[in-house]
């Protein structure tokens, strides 16, 4: 699959092409995976996986030992698991690993969906994969672009690289719709809600009024990404599934057990998010 994309406003008429055959979909790669598996002497590193390391910017030392003075009882040791990415910054194998000549399953969504605080195993990803191998008696690439932070827009990121990874399913759990990608002058890419004040921006005077303004418009775009997703889906005859990842913060307290940044997901709400992900993809079937 070719797109051209005008990488010379000043010439419209000028145009690159980028071929996706050759090039896989990549999120910037925080430090301390880099630095982590450069330095680490005791931080893991998977086959196939590029990078490794026991703390992330969402889930650091700091904030573990502060959890313990102040009384907290942490579920997971300190060196208890790593975050292992692929080379690409995605919490899965590398892709020039995978064999696509057979299906895979692509999971979409953020923080809840890589795994922020919680082993692999215990994410409700792996979960989902695993049951749906055993449904159909199969074996899938397992594909999770789960990226810490991110909204709807980096679906579209994404889109054009779906064909490569021959999907059977794109299953979503999907973030707060007011999630909108804001990209700056200098490249940064921001999705928080400006405080309103004199040093906003141009930019972040318009995405407050929006979120201002309620859902209306925010649901519109996410109708437009899902209509985009829906559509690519049928093409490539893979099934989209899709749940408000708002559901994985249900009940927090319901179990004694909290993921290390005592912040995101405990094991135990993964594993029900993946129950009722599996309903609605039966419920689809």
């Given at each position: 699959?070719?797109?051209?994309?005008?990488?010379?406003?000043?010439?419209?008429?000028?145009?690159?092409?980028?071929?996706?055959?050759?090039?896989?979909?990549?999120?910037?790669?925080?430090?301390?995976?880099?630095?982590?598996?450069?330095?680490?002497?005791?931080?893991?590193?998977?086959?196939?996986?590029?990078?490794?390391?026991?703390?992330?910017?969402?889930?650091?030392?700091?904030?573990?030992?502060?959890?313990?003075?102040?009384?907290?009882?942490?579920?997971?040791?300190?060196?208890?698991?790593?975050?292992?990415?692929?080379?690409?910054?995605?919490?899965c194998d590398d892709f020039d690993t995978m064999?696509?000549?057979?299906?895979?399953?692509?999971?979409?969504?953020?923080?809840?969906?890589?795994?922020?605080?919680?082993?692999?195993?215990?994410?409700?990803?792996?979960?989902?994969?695993?049951?749906?191998?055993?449904?159909?008696?199969?074996?899938?690439?397992?594909?999770?672009?789960?990226?810490?932070?991110?909204?709807?827009?980096?679906?579209?990121?994404?889109?054009?690289?779906?064909?490569?990874?021959?999907?059977?399913?794109?299953?979503?759990?999907?973030?707060?719709?007011?999630?909108?990608?804001?990209?700056?002058?200098d490249g940064r890419i921001s999705q928080q809600?400006?405080?309103?004040?004199?040093?906003?921006?141009?930019?972040?005077?318009?995405?407050?009024?929006?979120?201002?303004?309620?859902?209306?418009?925010?649901?519109?775009?996410?109708?437009?990404?899902?209509?985009?997703?829906?559509?690519?889906?049928?093409?490539?005859?893979?099934?989209?599934?899709?749940?408000?990842?708002?559901?994985?913060?249900?009940?927090?307290?319901?179990?004694?057990?909290?993921?290390?940044?005592?912040?995101?997901?405990?094991?135990?709400?993964?594993?029900?998010?993946?129950?009722?992900?599996?309903?609605?993809?039966?419920?689809?079937?």
């Open positions: 699959m070719k797109v051209y994309i005008d990488r010379h406003p000043e010439q419209p008429t000028i145009f690159k092409e980028l071929d996706f055959d050759d090039v896989y979909p990549s999120i910037i790669i925080p430090d301390e995976l880099t630095l982590g598996v450069r330095n680490s002497t005791k931080s893991p590193k998977r086959i196939n996986r590029k990078y490794s390391s026991q703390w992330l910017p969402g889930d650091s030392e700091e904030r573990y030992d502060k959890d313990i003075a102040n009384g907290i009882k942490h579920t997971y040791k300190k060196d208890e698991f790593y975050y292992q990415v692929n080379a690409n910054g995605f919490r064999d696509f000549s057979k299906k895979s399953i692509i999971y979409l969504g953020c923080s809840h969906s890589f795994g922020m605080g919680v082993p692999e195993e215990h994410i409700w990803t792996v979960k989902v994969h695993t049951m749906l191998q055993r449904e159909h008696d199969t074996t899938y690439n397992y594909i999770n672009l789960g990226v810490p932070g991110g909204g709807l827009d980096w679906y579209l990121h994404f889109l054009p690289y779906f064909g490569k990874f021959n999907p059977a399913f794109i299953i979503s759990a999907t973030p707060e719709i007011t999630r909108m990608n804001m990209i700056y002058d809600i400006p405080t309103r004040d004199n040093t906003m921006s141009e930019k972040d005077h318009a995405y407050s009024k929006l979120v201002n303004m309620g859902d209306s418009f925010f649901e519109y775009r996410k109708k437009l990404v899902f209509a985009n997703i829906n559509s690519t889906a049928t093409l490539l005859d893979a099934t989209f599934i899709e749940h408000g990842a708002i559901e994985l913060f249900n009940s927090p307290y319901k179990y004694h057990d909290i993921a290390r940044d005592n912040s995101h997901p405990n094991k135990f709400l993964h594993k029900e998010f993946a129950n009722c992900m599996m309903n609605k993809i039966k419920g689809n079937q």
